[in-house]
């Protein structure tokens, strides 16, 4: 196996971790992800990303929970666009947006959650057992804490503007030495409906 440059963690691209995980790709050395697209992460190399952010790293990983393709329901469609186009903005002009946006107070990345229909591509449901996680949430993190689950966009509200609250609220408790158990389960409140689907 080709040794990765030295400057480039592998944890800071999860299509990189992935291939290395599967033993595949011995020649890629360097991140070819998307500048428009976010990264998708899933359960082979979900935890060794989280656990890989470096101990002095001040950014907050968002973990944004997607069905497995975006469906046409316009709420769906409407918080997908607003989150792409957020990650677009970010990347602008960044050949290697996993390794460029080292410096960013905060990072998108999307987990495809399994429909859990067998023989429908990689089964994803680390999240959905260990979380209780489920399309439309998202999970926030620093330096391998967990600091957030939950939902921050509602079924009439769907701005970068509450994304970027909760961003803050989540340093601020990571400030205040708060943060979750790495086995914590969202608890659903009754009469809430989020209908990401």
Not at 80 to 100: E, G, H, S
Not at 182 to 193: A, E, I, P, Q, S
Request: with cysteine; hydrophobic share 35%; glycine share 6%.
């Amino acid at each position: 196996m080709v040794p990765l440059l030295p400057s480039i963690p592998l944890t800071t691209c999860p299509a990189l971790l992935r291939a290395a995980l599967q033993g595949g790709e011995e020649q890629r050395r360097r991140c070819c992800c998307s500048a428009t697209l976010m990264p998708v992460v899933t359960d082979l190399e979900y935890d060794a990303f989280i656990m890989g952010q470096p101990l002095d790293s001040k950014q907050i990983l968002v973990v944004c929970v997607t069905p497995p393709q975006p469906s046409g329901n316009t709420h769906t469609a409407t918080r997908w666009d607003v989150l792409q186009d957020l990650f677009r903005t970010r990347n602008k002009n960044r050949a290697m947006p996993c390794t460029q946006c080292q410096m960013d107070s905060f990072r998108l990345v999307r987990y495809e959650m399994s429909a859990g229909m067998a023989g429908f591509g990689p089964e994803n449901v680390l999240l959905q057992q260990r979380h209780g996680a489920a399309p439309g949430m998202f999970l926030m993190y620093l330096k391998g804490k967990l600091l957030f689950v939950g939902y921050i966009f509602t079924s009439d509200s769907c701005l970068v503007e509450d994304l970027q609250r909760q961003i803050c609220r989540t340093r601020r408790d990571h400030r205040l030495g708060l943060s979750l158990p790495t086995d914590h389960k969202f608890r659903y409140h009754c009469g809430v409906r989020y209908d990401w689907l």
